[in-house]
């Protein structure tokens, strides 16, 4: 009974510091989209009709409500941060069979079901580490060719077209990943959205240390990082929507006022159903058929890719 006592115990203090590490990561992203968002209205401002005052852009007209879209099989085919991974390996940051096993190692868990508890607690912790030493303005850098060479065609024209939906209504728009914000940011400034909600790697002086801010955003994380960004921008989240296609993200879809269930897995057209949720699925045969293998890395694909750079970088030290 004592036994039974202690892994009770146990089990609670490491969900408590699940939780914390997920509140942490949800705050920092938030910091990161209000961070981002200024510096991108700073540079639309535009000359004043009389003086030489700059007048900001005029604002929204619907300023409470917004809506928050996930990338990965969602806004994008596959898995946004396996094109990352691809773009880094042409570029010899790792290499292509490093590529390769990550991903088949991701295919296994997400379709099988096996998790290595201590494996994915040392992936975690080495999440980032690859670009440890090296600019933030290196990786944006080669972000913006990335999105140019893999990712431009990946956007679905359905999901895109419920994004520019609210922006028309004067909302603004956000998206939400597990994907470094750095690259998320990319994305939505290139399908001219508000911003993104993403992982948030550390950084001192521009220069990234190898380590996570909290976790990465994924699961409640992504919740945290919705509820903290509408404190910050006064957002009414019962006016807010969230569409995402992966049950890990009912957390956050249940913090806003109308949730939409775009290209669902079979667990959450479960949940949709079961709480009258919209579906909307803009996928055909041959083309969720193409996209199979990237659409099932999710978030652990961020962790793998790492984990093949860390192992490249230690090959040729």
């Known amino acids: 009974m004592e036994a039974v006592c202690v892994a009770l115990w146990r089990a609670r203090g490491k969900g408590h510091e699940r939780e914390r590490l997920a509140a942490l990561a949800g705050e920092a992203s938030a910091d990161a989209a209000v961070a981002m968002e200024a510096a991108q209205l700073a540079t639309l401002e535009v000359p004043a009709p009389e003086g030489g005052e700059l007048a900001p852009p005029p604002a929204p007209p619907d300023l409470t409500a917004a809506a928050f879209f996930d990338v990965d099989n969602t806004m994008m085919m596959g898995a946004s941060i396996f094109h990352f991974a691809r773009g880094l390996a042409a570029r010899k940051y790792f290499t292509t069979s490093d590529l390769a096993g990550f991903a088949w190692q991701q295919v296994k868990f997400r379709v099988g079901g096996r998790e290595d508890k201590q494996g994915m607690q040392s992936s975690r912790e080495q999440a980032l580490s690859f670009v440890a030493g090296r600019t933030v303005d290196e990786m944006v850098a080669v972000g913006e060719e990335i999105y140019d060479e893999l990712m431009s065609d990946k956007i679905w024209s359905g999901t895109r077209a419920l994004a520019q939906m609210h922006l028309d209504a004067g909302q603004r728009v956000w998206l939400v990943t597990a994907t470094p914000v750095e690259l998320a940011a990319i994305i939505a400034r290139r399908l001219g959205l508000t911003g993104a909600l993403g992982t948030v790697a550390e950084s001192v002086d521009g220069v990234y240390t190898g380590r996570l801010v909290g976790d990465l955003l994924h699961g409640r994380a992504k919740a945290h990082a919705v509820r903290a960004l ?53 996928r055909t045969g041959r083309k969720a058929a193409k996209i199979g293998v990237p659409s099932v890395l999710g978030a652990g694909a961020v962790a793998g890719a790492v984990a093949a750079g860390i192992a490249y970088r230690r090959r040729v030290a």
Not at 239 to 254: E, G
């Open 230 to 282: 509408a404190a910050r921008e006064g957002l009414n989240l019962r006016r807010c929507t969230a569409y995402s296609d992966s049950q890990n993200d009912v957390p956050m879809l249940s913090v806003v006022g109308t949730a939409v269930a775009v290209n669902p897995d079979s667990g959450l057209r479960e949940v949709a159903r079961g709480r009258g949720w919209e579906i909307r699925d803009f």
